[in-house]
């Protein structure tokens, strides 16, 4: 009896969150825990230059004696720094893959299941006249295959993974790697700082629209594996380019750790747009399981008339501490934060952004849709800083909380520190049940119970939708629909 | 088609409709008349199985089956319609997305395919324009910012495009004008059919002259208190409310 009740949640659980399967692929992983030798391990696997090793052991040295954050509305059970892999990698017949034809073929079945067929796009590509999308794809810690690596070359785009960049455009990488967010920036970030394994490099030369959408997704597959990627996009003067990431883990049952960290930097007259569908598996029903998303995402908009917009889609993770910034010092620059976060079950997100105005004439706008359902727990915490020198700044927050049943919280924690008397900071928030009304209705005209919730919410999100490229924003609706199964009734 | 017998409903333990019966054949249109407050609204929603509304005795058979056991969406699978006294607004779902996700869900409820994307809205575009609406409120979120007009225009489209065995008018006719209430009879005169029932409610005699009913019900105290034919909206357009229910008291 107890078995068959446990074999059919297990059922049930893989049929909700399909991307929980596990590939089955001989990996080649440093020992377990943490520890100098680790560090200089990763480096020497990677074959990292010396700068780059000092730098890493620098940030292991900070991390020791950091406090961890403290201040989110988050609980959890302390981290077990020592009980967790912190390298993981395919094992490949070379070094790694050189084109996509080296690449392991069930390494290529898993993206195909995840929906990135790699092998499609560039036969589409080759034989189709049409704009497509770039993908570089990590696995566990390292980069396992960069598609399109020869178009975005004839426009003078790099994209590859970070590690390939060290080797490619170590001056670049040295430049700007830290600068956004330095090493001692907080106790997750300097962690990523010492034992980073992998994540994409993007530079776009001045004057140059990146012909196409660029995207990497990231797979946690190995267990008890935390993953830790750095990514570097800069957008130098007057170029413009379009980014999605994309993130799923198999089902497991203890917590795995993810602290990524993400620079951007935006020179004069530069645009990056940043999105982001989140989907690491949550946990069971029960809260059991799921990925700790501990991420630093910030971006620099250093050039005047520069622009950083970033929209996320947050449906997964156990726990999720993320506030994508925009650090707004260029004259005229302007930041953008789109945000849908999505709470089930015993899921908890503590998510916002930061918008700090340094340059005059800067502008932010904030646009947060906040959806707690189940018995789960969600935060919305913002800050809007606003400098003695940034005359004519302007921000509007917008700031929407849907509750979906009675057993879960939304909280807003909005800061405003305005140093500039002329400086317009608007802030509203709303906070509101799912209509009963607007629930009956739908019912009334035959659309089942869950499938109205997911039409209700779709609509309330519908602002942030929008931002997202065409091709994301039909995937990010169904999940939006996936991750609301079970949250009436 | 509907059969209900003896029904009674209280809302928050207050008894609102005390041992209503009607039987509607099939293919017939049967209006409800009565004064503001009699209950037409709520027996509506207990049709269509809205939360609240507890059914204290009696019971009601659509096509022969238990139509109170039934959620409010297989109802609508089976060919119950409801068009509101006051339509709902769904803030950022585009109209043509929520009517595709009405006909396809029952469709696929009634073992059908899904519509296929062209000859939906091929099909839509036409019954748009029968009610006068114009594409673009397509595309506006449903009801969002519509006037009362619109929206009940809006629900007459639904109802086109959902072509239920059992359409429920709730005064459907107040707030229309003299123009968009000819379109909107128009519209349900069309949709008349063997197979096809309606039970039209209104406060009005005004709209039966257009949709002529087979029957007239008048609704009070929570019980029908007469039925007739035409001549009865007649009366009690020339005497009012009052007089037939005391005549009926
Ligand atoms: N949700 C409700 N809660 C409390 N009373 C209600 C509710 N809905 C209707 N009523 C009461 O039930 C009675 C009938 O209302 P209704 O069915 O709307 O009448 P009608 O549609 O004929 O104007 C009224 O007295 C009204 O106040
Ligand atoms: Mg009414």
């Known amino acids: ?489 | 088609m509907l059969e209900i017998e003896n029904l009674q409903v209280a809302v928050e333990g207050k008894e609102i409709l005390k041992g209503l019966s009607l039987k509607l054949p099939a293919g017939e249109v049967h209006a409800i008349m009565g004064p503001n407050g009699s209950g037409k609204s709520t027996l509506s929603y207990v049709l269509a199985g809205r939360d609240g509304y507890e059914v204290t005795q009696g019971r009601v058979l659509f096509k022969g089956e238990d139509l109170l056991e039934m959620e409010p969406e297989k109802r609508a699978a089976a060919g119950v319609f409801l068009a509101f006294q006051y339509p709902v607004e769904i803030p950022g779902v585009a109209n043509t997305t929520f009517l595709k996700e009405a006909a396809n869900a029952v469709r696929m409820a009634r073992g059908e395919e899904p519509h296929d994307a062209l000859r939906f809205v091929k099909l839509l575009r036409a019954k748009t324009k029968e009610l006068g609406m114009s594409d673009e409120m397509l595309k506006r979120p449903v009801n969002s910012g519509f006037s009362g007009g619109e929206k009940k225009r809006n629900e007459m489209l639904q109802m086109a495009m959902l072509e239920p065995s059992l359409a429920i008018l709730d005064e459907t006719d107040s707030g229309l004008d003299i123009d968009a209430l000819k379109t909107v009879s128009d519209a349900v005169n069309a949709m008349r059919a063997e197979n096809r029932t309606f039970l039209v409610i209104t406060h009005y005699q005004r709209l039966l002259n257009h949709i002529v009913p087979d029957q007239i019900h008048v609704l009070a105290g929570g019980r029908i208190v007469r039925s007739g034919g035409q001549e009865l909206a007649a009366e009690l357009e020339a005497r009012g409310y009052a007089d037939i229910l005391s005549a009926a008291a």
């Open chain 1, 1 to 489: 009896m107890a078995i068959s009740v446990e074999t059919a949640r297990q059922v049930k659980e893989l049929e909700r969150y399909k991307y929980g399967f596990v590939t089955d692929i001989e990996a080649d992983t440093a020992p377990k825990g943490l520890s100098e030798e680790i560090v200089r391990f990763i480096s020497a696997k990677k074959g990292e230059p010396q700068w780059l090793l000092n730098w890493r052991l620098k940030a292991y040295e900070q991390w020791l004696s950091m406090p961890e954050p403290d201040w989110a509305q988050l609980s959890f059970p302390p981290i077990d720094y020592q009980d967790a892999y912190y390298y993981s990698a395919p094992k490949q017949a070379s070094d790694g893959p050189k084109t996509i034809g080296d690449v392991d073929p069930k390494l290529l079945e898993t993206y195909e299941k995840l929906g990135i067929p790699l092998h499609e796009q560039e036969i589409l590509a080759g034989v189709q006249e049409r704009s497509n999308i770039a993908v570089d794809a990590v696995f566990d810690s390292v980069s396992v295959a960069t598609t399109f690596k020869h178009k975005l070359e004839e426009a003078g785009v790099i994209f590859c993974s970070i590690s390939e960049a060290v080797q490619r455009c170590p001056d670049l990488v040295r430049r700007y790697l830290g600068s956004v967010v330095p090493v001692g920036d907080n106790k997750h970030a300097c962690l990523n700082s010492a034992v980073f394994t992998d994540g994409s490099f993007v530079y776009i030369p001045k004057g140059v629209r990146c012909p196409m959408e660029l995207s990497t997704y990231f797979r946690i597959n190995a267990a008890n594996t935390g993953q830790f990627e750095r990514t570097l996009i800069v957008a130098d003067e007057g170029s413009h380019v379009s980014y999605l990431e994309g993130c799923t883990a198999p089902m497991r049952d203890e917590n795995q750790l993810h602290a990524a960290v993400v620079e951007l930097v935006a020179l004069d007259e530069a645009e990056i747009k940043y999105s982001t569908v989140q989907n690491w598996y949550p946990g069971d029903a029960d809260g059991v399981g799921g990925i700790y998303n501990f991420v630093t995402k910030r971006g620099a908009c250093r050039g005047c008339n520069s622009k950083i917009s970033w929209t996320q889609v947050e449906t997964g993770s156990a726990i999720t501490w993320k506030y994508p910034s925009c650090i707004l010092q260029g004259e005229g620059s302007v930041g953008e934060f789109h945000s849908i976060a999505i709470t089930n079950n015993h899921q908890q997100a503590d998510t916002g952004t930061k918008m700090i105005h340094l340059g005059p004439n800067t502008k932010s706008r904030i646009i947060s849709k906040g959806i707690s359902a189940g018995r789960s727990s969600q935060s919305y915490r913002g800050l809007v800083k606003i400098s003695p020198k940034a005359h004519g700044a302007r921000n509007h927050t917008q700031c929407d909380s849907l509750l979906v049943g009675d057993s879960c919280a939304a909280h807003t924690v909005p800061y405003i520190e305005s140093r500039n008397a002329e400086a317009q900071v608007e802030h509203e928030a709303t906070t509101s049940r799912i209509s009963e009304d607007q629930l009956f209705y739908c019912r009334q005209r035959g659309i089942p119970e869950e499938q109205a919730v997911a039409l209700v919410v779709n609509g309330f999100c519908r602002d942030v939708l929008q931002q997202l490229p065409m091709e994301f924003a039909v995937e990010a609706q169904k999940l939006v629909g996936i991750s609301l199964e079970g949250s009436v009734g």
